[in-house]
Nanobody, 128 residues
Framework: QVQLVESGGGLVQAGGSLRLSCAAS????????MGWFRQAPGKEREFVAA????????YYADSVKGRFTISRDNAKNTMYLQMNSLKPEDTALYYC?????????????????????WGQGTQVTVSS
């Protein structure tokens, strides 16, 4: 059973930065694409960023493009989300997820249904 554990969340002022980490329990996760999603109170879970298994391709939601950077270190079975210029609207519970491994990732990376394993989430709160 694959386990994903997020860390790095916290309370930060607007304009500040945080770096989230997602550690996978198994080395096999390095062979899969992974993503970050977030869910704010009263809202649906939304796509934030995604990265292919090699790290050669990355994808971002328009709302975070230019401010967030996704990366991974397969030797450490860990994925990261560097978040800069944070805004109050970035406040949410952030989840990492591992892709099922099915085809057409480039066309459907933003769909939560293509991710089979999820972490418990780490809270990010941005004060104004």
């Amino acid at each position: 059973q694959v386990q994903l554990v997020e860390s790095g969340g916290g309370l930060v002022q607007a304009g500040g930065s945080l770096r989230l980490s997602c550690a996978a329990s198994e080395r096999t996760s390095s062979a899969y694409a992974m993503g970050w999603f977030r869910q704010a109170p009263g809202k649906e879970r939304e796509f934030v960023a995604a990265i292919t298994w090699s790290g050669s391709s990355t994808y971002y939601a328009d709302s975070v493009k230019g401010r967030f950077t996704i990366s991974r270190d397969n030797a450490k079975n860990t994925m990261y989300l560097q978040m800069n210029s944070l805004k109050p609207e970035d406040t949410a519970l952030y989840y990492c997820a591992r892709d099922k491994g099915s085809v057409n990732y480039a066309g459907t990376y933003y769909l939560s249904t293509r991710y089979s394993y999820w972490g418990q989430g780490t809270q990010v709160t941005v004060s104004s």
